[in-house]
C-alpha cells in the first residue's frame, strides 16, 4: 500500500486523535499503512504516497457536525483517498472484517451518470471520520 510518485505533489495532513496507540493499531494494522516516522505524540502515516499524521490530543472527538447527502448524513470534517475499484472493495472488506463499524456503509452513487463513485465512510478510534472513493474512470473525479 505504499505510495509512488506522481505528477501530482503529495499533500500532508494533521489530525488530532485522543489515544496514539489506538490510532497506531488502526492505521497500520486495520487500513495496512505504513508506518513513517514517530514519536511519544505523533506518528507519521503513507497514505498512498501521502503523509497524514496522527497528533496525541488528549480529549480529542472527531466529527464536528453532517451534511445530509443522497439520503445519508455525512460526516464533516472528514478526509480519505480515491483508490482504484479493486483496492477500494478490498479495503472495505478489511474494514468490515476488523468488526470497524461503517458511518456509510459502500454503495455506488450517481450509477451511470457522470462522476459514477463507490464511497464509503468510517471513524477512526478517536472519531475522526475518513471517506475512501474509487472511479471506474478516473477522469470523472470532477464531472459536473
Do not use: C
Amino acid at each position: 500500500m505504499s505510495g509512488t510518485a506522481t505528477t501530482r505533489p503529495p499533500f500532508h495532513l494533521a489530525i488530532p486523535v485522543d489515544d496514539l496507540d489506538a490510532a497506531r493499531r488502526f492505521y497500520g494494522e486495520v487500513l495496512g499503512f505504513p508506518r513513517g516516522r514517530s514519536s511519544e505524540a505523533w506518528t507519521d502515516w503513507d497514505v498512498h504516497g501521502h503523509q497524514v499524521v496522527t497528533h496525541l490530543v488528549p480529549g480529542h472527538r472527531g466529527v464536528a457536525g453532517r451534511n445530509p447527502v443522497d439520503g445519508h448524513e455525512v460526516p464533516v470534517p472528514h478526509f480519505g483517498v480515491v483508490l482504484p475499484v479493486p483496492e477500494f472493495t478490498a479495503l472495505a472488506e478489511r474494514v468490515r472484517a476488523a468488526g470497524v463499524e461503517f458511518v456509510i456503509e459502500p454503495y455506488v452513487r450517481f450509477a451511470g451518470e457522470p462522476g459514477e463513485q463507490h464511497t464509503m465512510f468510517f471513524l477512526d478510534p478517536a472519531g475522526n471520520a475518513l471517506e475512501f472513493k474509487a472511479f471506474a474512470d478516473l477522469d470523472q473525479l470532477f464531472a459536473v
